[in-house]
T-cell receptor, first 112, second 114 residues
């Protein structure tokens, strides 16, 4: 089992809904990441938080809003998504200057 | 910028035969190289990494990888494949000293035939 926990495992939402994805780790990592992955494709980096501060935003549309309330938690707030946003959303964590990344099992998001 | 090439889309191998998944990379400076595996409906699972030292790196589940600086390659190998090794494999690279951006290859689907 992974040490990075993501909830929910599955989410179906309409284009007008607001929902949030949650990620939690207790490994003492100070860097946390959101990735988006389409089927059979590599993960695409969305955001990186380092010491609870947003350090990388890969030009992600504003309908995705990340939040890092503390060193163990990472949220991704979703609003007015499009069907093409349907994907597996992966959270990961690491020591800031080190990798490997430790990935959660993801949230499978379907936008209808 | 860094990049990774995984030239094959799918690798088919008979159970018990050696498995090789190819990876070449491009990065300025010294590379930090990784292999990850992804099983269906799961996240990516770290297999092994190369940073410095011995060019042959041993990882989880009997996998190993050989770093070849002159060929800029980091091929993943397993002497005897199992059906349970069937999964999607990603090679990744980042600069040894740099930001936290990993460049992933496109992935290789490995199918181990019983």
């Amino acid at each position: 089992d992974t040490e990075v926990t993501q909830t929910p495992k599955h989410l179906v939402m309409g284009m007008t809904n607001k929902k949030s994805l949650k990620c939690e780790q207790h490994m003492g990592h100070r860097a946390m990441y959101w990735y988006k992955q389409k089927a059979k494709k590599p993960p695409e980096l969305m955001f990186v938080y380092s010491y609870e501060k947003l350090s990388i935003n890969e030009s992600v549309p504003s309908r995705f809003s990340p939040e890092c309330p503390n060193s163990s938690l990472l949220n991704l707030h979703l609003h007015a998504l499009q069907p093409e946003d349907s994907a597996l959303y992966l959270c990961a964590s690491s020591h800031p200057a080190e990798i490997p990344l430790h990935f959660g099992n993801g949230t499978r998001l379907t936008v209808t | 910028a860094q990049s990774v090439a995984q030239p094959e889309d799918q690798v088919n191998v008979a159970e018990g035969n050696p498995l090789t998944v190819k990876c070449t990379y491009s990065v300025s400076g010294n590379p930090y190289l990784f292999w990850y595996v992804q099983y269906p409906n799961r996240g990516l699972q770290f297999l092994l990494k190369y940073i410095t030292g011995d060019n042959l790196v041993k990882g989880s589940y009997g996998f190993e990888a050989e770093f070849n600086k002159s060929q800029t390659s980091f091929h993943l190998k397993k002497p005897s494949a199992l059906v349970s090794d069937s999964a999607l494999y990603f090679c990744a690279v980042r600069r040894l000293y740099g930001n936290n951006r990993l460049a992933f290859g496109k992935g290789n689907q490995v199918v181990v035939i019983p």
